[in-house]
T-cell receptor
Framework: EAGVAQSPRYKIIEKRQSVAFWCNPI?????LYWYQQILGQGPKLLIQ????????DSQLPKDRFSAERLKGVDSTLKIQPAKLEDSAVYLC???????????????FGEGSRLTVL | AQSVTQPDIHITVSEGASLELRCNYS??????LFWYVQSPGQGLQLLLK??????LVQGIKGFEAEFKRSQSSFNLRKPSVHWSDAAEYFC??????????FGAGTRLFVKA
């Protein structure tokens, strides 16, 4: 079974430029998450999709970050314009829809490391 | 607000020695609890999870964790550490609505 795919693995840009990250979740996983992991910190949830609808984007800096999940499968996370503090690893994760009596394991991609100069 | 605290930023243990990583959570009800491991340059992988039943749960790679409601803790243990266990370990809590929040992580160093 193929895992969560992310690209690019690495990206270096200058501040005020834009960048986009792509994620393809595990087939059949309805829920997709984007996390931001700053060096030395735990992952922080940016946005959560259920199929192609947004469940939670309360921590997404909407003035510069945007995300979409077309047709409930692939997702793209965009940053425009980037700031120095956006330097981080952006992790995509997916999971099944939780059913009563079970828990949802998150399956993570390898991440996209962004450096903003 | 819900939170997860991992008090130890890093821990060093000798190969073959036992390991315990601490995790405390703040949440009104009994949450779903997880431990994930992250090796350098890789994504996170689930080690084990707790949602109900036996408070001692077994995971992959010889790890186990014990849920203690009275202490709001979910500590991770391993009886004998191997050099390949060196990685970063994250405790996580699902607070409902399929939303998982993570602690800051504990980096494990293993010395020969």
């Amino acid at each position: 079974e193929a895992g969560v795919a992310q690209s690019p693995r690495y990206k270096i840009i200058e501040k005020r430029q834009s960048v986009a990250f792509w994620c393809n979740p595990i087939s059949g996983h309805a829920t997709l998450y984007w996390y931001q992991q700053i060096l030395g910190q735990g992952p922080k949830l940016l946005i959560q999709f259920q199929n192609n609808g947004v469940v939670d984007d309360s921590q997404l800096p909407k003035d510069r970050f945007s995300a979409e999940r077309l047709k409930g499968v692939d997702s793209t996370l965009k940053i425009q314009p980037a700031k120095l503090e956006d330097s981080a690893v952006y992790l995509c994760a997916s999971s099944f829809i939780w059913t009563q009596g079970d828990t949802g394991e998150l399956f993570f991609g390898e991440g996209s490391r962004l450096t903003v100069l | 607000a819900q939170s997860v605290t991992q008090p130890d930023i890093h821990i060093t243990v000798s190969e073959g020695a036992s390991l315990e990583l601490r995790c405390n959570y703040s949440y009104g009800a009994t949450p779903y609890l997880f431990w994930y491991v992250q090796s350098p340059g890789q994504g996170l992988q689930l080690l084990l999870k707790y949602f109900s039943g036996d408070t001692l749960v077994q995971g992959i790679k010889g790890f186990e964790a014990e849920f203690k409601r009275s202490q709001s803790s979910f500590n991770l243990r391993k009886p004998s550490v191997h050099w390949s266990d060196a990685a970063e370990y994250f405790c996580a809590v699902d607070t409902g609505g399929f939303k998982t929040i993570f602690g800051a992580g504990t980096r494990l160093f293993v010395k020969a």
